[in-house]
């Protein structure tokens, strides 16, 4: 197994031998992947997925970890919904790049209870891995060239750790230059 050097005081495994710790959605999407890209789960307190409270607990960079934030937009009366995975010490650039990716006249973060319902993960634990089909996944250039993250895993109770060169191989995934600002 690959020795992961951002997982602080976390016990990792191979994340196919602990699909308990996955959403199915992300389970099923490990499972069809074929990646020969590592990826690894750890178990956490669910009061402290929130990544900063993650980071100052178990000792993970915060400049490590990657967020999945799910955007919509309308264009002709059709919603669109698109993931970006930023950096989480950046912002993702909502009404600038992903608006115009979109293609639509006004995007913004999809709210909470329409994010949970469409890709049967739980709020705060929301990865791109195992979206709905045809969704868009953005991903900004230093995620993609990131050796080591940690994303969600599509519950609050636990981890993924995953390289960025896994999530820029991911069904629909596309890697764009400054998706992402520095957070302010």
Not at 28 to 50: W, Y
Not at 74 to 88: F, H
Not at 95 to 114: C, T
Not at 138 to 155: C, F, H, N, Q
């Amino acid at each position: 197994m690959t020795t992961w050097t951002i997982a602080g005081d976390l016990t990792l495994e191979p994340a196919d031998r602990r699909t308990d710790l996955l959403a199915p959605p992300v389970a099923q999407a490990l499972a069809a992947t074929g990646s020969d890209q590592p990826v690894a789960v750890a178990e956490i307190d669910l009061e402290l997925a929130d990544t900063a409270a993650f980071c100052a607990t178990y000792g993970s960079p915060l400049d490590a970890s990657a967020n999945c934030v799910v955007v919509a937009g309308k264009r002709a009366g059709e919603v669109r919904y698109a993931a970006a995975m930023v950096l989480a010490t950046t912002r993702a650039d909502v009404n600038g790049v992903i608006k115009r990716l979109l293609d639509v006249r006004k995007a913004s973060f999809a709210p909470m209870d329409e994010a949970v319902s469409l890709t049967g993960m739980e709020y705060g634990g929301i990865t791109p891995v195992g979206l709905p089909d045809g969704w868009p996944v953005y991903v900004d250039r230093a995620v993609a060239d990131a050796p080591e993250l940690v994303i969600g895993s599509g519950i609050r109770g636990s981890k993924l750790f995953v390289t960025g060169a896994f999530l820029a191989g991911l069904p629909g995934a596309q890697v764009i230059d400054d998706l992402a600002q520095p957070a302010g």
